[in-house]
Antibody, heavy 121, light 107 residues
Framework: EVQLVESGGGLVQPGGSLRLSCAAS????????MTWVRQAPGKGLEWVSY????????YYADSVKGRFTISRDNAKNSLYLQMNSLRAEDTAVYYC??????????????WGQGTLVTVSS | DIQLTQSPSFLSASVGDRVTITCRAS??????LVWFQQKPGKAPKLLIY???TLQSGVPSRFSGSGSGTEFTLTISSLQPEDFATYYC?????????FGPGTKVDIK
């Protein structure tokens, strides 16, 4: 069974840092691209960052570029999101998702339960 | 970045109704569109990818159509478990933006 379990969320002051982790199991993690998506309280979904299966290709949303860093450790079946210079508007539930590619189309077929990040003084 | 709009943003419907949600892209995205369903407190669930391909395990009352800039998600006969918020997402080019969502509520 595919499982994605996020951890590392919590309360942090503006300007602070936090590192999210996503532990993957039930599939060959090193073969899949991965993505972080967030959702502010009561708001819609926002794509945050992507990393290729090898880790060599990375993309970020403009809203987090220069502040967030995505990475992965395929030996540990884990995905990470290092978040620096946090702002109130980064407050959200952060989901890790598996990016499956079928017949050339990306689809996010498995999601974690999410971890809440609250940026507040 | 490619922008997506959805209409309506909210709709009230009854069990058994046929429901249609529209998603429009700010530029052509071929068939690179995905639909998700999300219930309160839960992660999104993949319904349709490649604009019209039903994800495994999703009931056949859900269907998707469209290409280019205009897409639709149709629920042929609304069931009690379908009351949720629906999001489209373009996967044509990064950033993979989402639409603002359509909340389907009970009339």
């Amino acid at each position: 069974e595919v499982q994605l379990v996020e951890s590392g969320g919590g309360l942090v002051q503006p300007g602070g840092s936090l590192r999210l982790s996503c532990a993957a199991s039930g599939f060959t993690f090193s073969s899949y691209e991965m993505t972080w998506v967030r959702q502010a309280p009561g708001k819609g979904l926002e794509w945050v960052s992507y990393i290729s299966s090898s880790g060599r290709t990375i993309y970020y949303a403009d809203s987090v570029k220069g502040r967030f860093t995505i990475s992965r450790d395929n030996a540990k079946n884990s995905l990470y999101l290092q978040m620096n210079s946090l702002r109130a508007e980064d407050t959200a539930v952060y989901y890790c998702t598996r990016d499956q590619i079928l017949t050339g189309y990306d689809l996010f077929d498995y999601w974690g339960q999410g971890t809440l990040v609250t940026v507040s003084s | 970045d490619i922008q997506l709009t959805q209409s309506p943003s909210f709709l009230s419907a009854s069990v058994g109704d046929r429901v249609t949600i529209t998603c429009r892209a700010s530029q052509g995205i071929s068939s690179y569109l995905v639909w998700f369903q999300q219930k309160p407190g839960k992660a999104p669930k993949l319904l349709i990818y490649a604009a019209s391909t039903l994800q495994s395990g999703v009931p056949s009352r859900f269907s998707g159509s469209g290409s280019g800039t205009e897409f639709t998600l149709t629920i042929s006969s609304l069931q009690p478990e379908d009351f949720a918020t629906y999001y489209c997402q373009q996967v044509n080019s990064y950033a993979f933006t989402f639409g603002p969502g359509t909340k389907v509520d009970i009339k």
